[in-house]
């Protein structure tokens, strides 16, 4: 059975260009980078020619990026640096909608003495900014917000945001993980202080990512160790996945019209599709201001997990919008905060998509998602097959 691939914001296939090019870093090149002999200077070069890549595509400098082992850390690092910055600050912001790489450590240093505030979203998604802007204080040692949502897909303003941190002389990071590689990023243009990214998300291997620093910036290292990346990381250097991730930044910047126009047709005609296909159905988050190859679909009166379980036996890979917490299916925080009625919540899909995705693989989903959702719906307590209406429940 063909799989179908609808699942890009969980994780991407290695592009196959990226895949060739760091295989001999797994065999004949293993030199370590720091090491004096030019056996390990040649892996050192590739390193620097990774960073310049990465450096490129977001409008940074070479030696503004860091480099991390994921998302998470590169997330970690920025915030916890930010907090011995300004040690006579107790107060971070950040959104209700942030990935737990953000708001699981945010929520966890609010035990720890610190005074957080999570700017409130409207059922769009969209961020609060007036609420927002009122959070900031003179106590703020940080602020982060994410530049897209995972779920959603839906865009933050994240620049106006940084300007209003910059303005009170607050650091601003941003948890670009969603969005570098979809969307074009200049940090040259903005008050951005740090931002993530994980090569996972953008076709490169998994267990590398990036943190921008810019320049000037008070930087204190998450992991002490060795003078690796000028004393800002630890750690011998994962060389493979330092080298994908910067030939995967530069295929997304050669890709970026493409992420924009042909992925951004085919999330369309699914969507589109699907809402006309399907009675009860609608999309979750600003469909304006959004990500090209992601949806959030709620259907209602059926169960998200279920949905999932069907489409699996067609070989179609998605995600729903719930988290096993605590033995029960709770809609996720990001639905929750946008305040998605819990029938719709509860039936919730995300589709992602990615340039490997072919109108093909769409009208196949076309075709079998309705019928999913009828035989579910049949199941359901709360659905009237007959007239298509639904009892509230
Ligand atoms: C918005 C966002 N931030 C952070 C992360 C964490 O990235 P990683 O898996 O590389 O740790 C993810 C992963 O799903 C994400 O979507």
Same mark, same amino acid.
Not at 191 to 198: N, T
């Given at each position: 059975?063909?799989?179908?691939?609808?699942?890009n914001?969980?994780?991407?296939?290695?592009?196959?260009? /990226?895949? #060739?090019?760091i295989?001999?870093?797994?065999?004949?090149?293993?030199?370590?980078?720091?090491?004096?002999?030019?056996?390990?200077? &040649?892996?050192?070069?590739?390193?620097?020619?990774?960073?310049?890549?990465?450096?490129?595509l977001?409008?940074?400098?070479?030696?503004?990026?860091?480099?991390? =082992? *994921?998302?998470?850390?590169?997330?970690? @690092?920025?915030?916890?640096?930010?907090?011995?910055?300004?040690?006579?600050?107790?107060?971070?912001?950040?959104?209700? /909608?942030?990935?737990p790489a953000?708001?699981?450590?945010?929520?966890?240093?609010?035990? &720890?003495?610190?005074?957080?505030?999570?700017?409130?979203v409207?059922?769009?998604?969209?961020?609060?900014?007036?609420?927002?802007?009122?959070?900031?204080?003179?106590?703020?040692?940080?602020?982060?917000?994410?530049? +897209?949502?995972n779920e959603?897909?839906?865009?933050?303003?994240?620049?106006?945001? +940084?300007?209003?941190?910059?303005? $009170?002389?607050?650091?601003?990071?941003?948890?670009?993980?969603?969005? %570098?590689?979809?969307?074009?990023?200049?940090?040259?243009?903005?008050?951005?202080?740090?931002?993530?990214l994980?090569?996972?998300?953008?076709?490169?291997?998994?267990?590398?990512?990036?943190?921008?620093?810019r320049?000037?910036?008070?930087?204190?290292?998450?992991?002490?160790?060795?003078?690796?990346?000028?004393?800002? $990381?630890?750690? !011998?250097?994962?060389?493979?996945?330092?080298?994908?991730?910067?030939?995967?930044?530069?295929?997304?910047?050669?890709?970026?019209?493409?992420?924009?126009?042909?992925?951004?047709?085919? $999330?369309?005609?699914?969507?589109?599709?699907?809402?006309?296909?399907?009675?009860?159905?609608r999309?979750?988050?600003?469909?304006?201001h $959004?990500?090209?190859n992601?949806?959030?679909?709620?259907?209602?009166?059926? #169960?998200?997990?279920a949905?999932?379980?069907?489409?699996?036996?067609?070989g179609? *890979?998605?995600?729903?919008? =719930?988290? *096993?917490?605590?033995?029960?299916l709770?809609?996720?925080? %990001?639905?929750? @905060?946008?305040?998605?009625?819990? !029938?719709?919540?509860?039936? =919730?899909?995300?589709?992602?998509?990615?340039?490997?995705?072919?109108?093909?693989?769409?009208?196949? %989903?076309? #075709?079998?998602?309705p019928?999913?959702?009828?035989?579910?719906?049949k199941?359901?307590?709360?659905?009237?097959?007959?007239?298509?209406? *639904?009892?509230?429940?």
């Amino acid at each position: 059975m063909k799989t179908i691939y609808l699942d890009n914001n969980a994780t991407t296939r290695v592009a196959p260009q /990226v895949f #060739e090019e760091i295989l001999p870093y797994f065999s004949e090149l293993y030199g370590n980078p720091s090491s004096m002999h030019s056996f390990g200077g &040649q892996v050192g070069r590739k390193i620097r020619q990774a960073r310049e890549q990465i450096a490129s595509l977001i409008g940074a400098s070479p030696d503004e990026v860091i480099f991390t =082992s *994921c998302g998470t850390e590169s997330d970690n @690092a920025a915030i916890r640096s930010a907090l011995l910055a300004y040690p006579d600050r107790r107060h971070i912001v950040t959104s209700r /909608v942030e990935h737990p790489a953000v708001r699981s450590l945010a929520s966890f240093l609010a035990t &720890q003495g610190y005074r957080l505030t999570e700017a409130p979203v409207d059922n769009l998604g969209r961020l609060d900014m007036k609420r927002y802007e009122q959070s900031l204080t003179a106590d703020t040692a940080i602020v982060s917000l994410m530049w +897209a949502n995972n779920e959603t897909g839906v865009i933050f303003p994240v620049q106006e945001a +940084a300007e209003m941190a910059r303005k $009170r002389g607050i650091l601003f990071h941003t948890d670009a993980v969603q969005a %570098v590689g979809k969307i074009p990023i200049d940090l040259r243009r903005t008050a951005i202080d740090m931002l993530s990214l994980s090569g996972h998300k953008l076709h490169a291997p998994k267990g590398i990512g990036a943190l921008y620093v810019r320049k000037g910036t008070k930087f204190s290292s998450f992991l002490i160790g060795g003078h690796q990346e000028k004393g800002r $990381r630890g750690g !011998t250097e994962n060389t493979a996945g330092i080298i994908g991730l910067g030939k995967a930044c530069e295929l997304a910047a050669q890709h970026m019209e493409l992420e924009n126009t042909r992925v951004k047709e085919l $999330r369309d005609r699914l969507e589109n599709g699907l809402l006309s296909r399907i009675p009860n159905s609608r999309v979750n988050g600003d469909r304006t201001h $959004r990500l090209p190859n992601t949806t959030s679909i709620s259907f209602e009166f059926v #169960e998200g997990e279920a949905i999932l379980l069907l489409l699996d036996e067609f070989g179609i *890979c998605a995600s729903s919008g =719930s988290a *096993c917490t605590s033995g029960s299916l709770q809609p996720s925080h %990001v639905l929750r @905060a946008m305040g998605v009625p819990f !029938t719709m919540a509860h039936g =919730s899909i995300r589709f992602s998509l990615s340039i490997y995705n072919s109108e093909e693989e769409i009208d196949f %989903v076309l #075709e079998k998602m309705p019928g999913v959702i009828e035989k579910l719906r049949k199941l359901s307590p709360y659905w009237n097959v007959d007239e298509t209406v *639904c009892a509230t429940g």
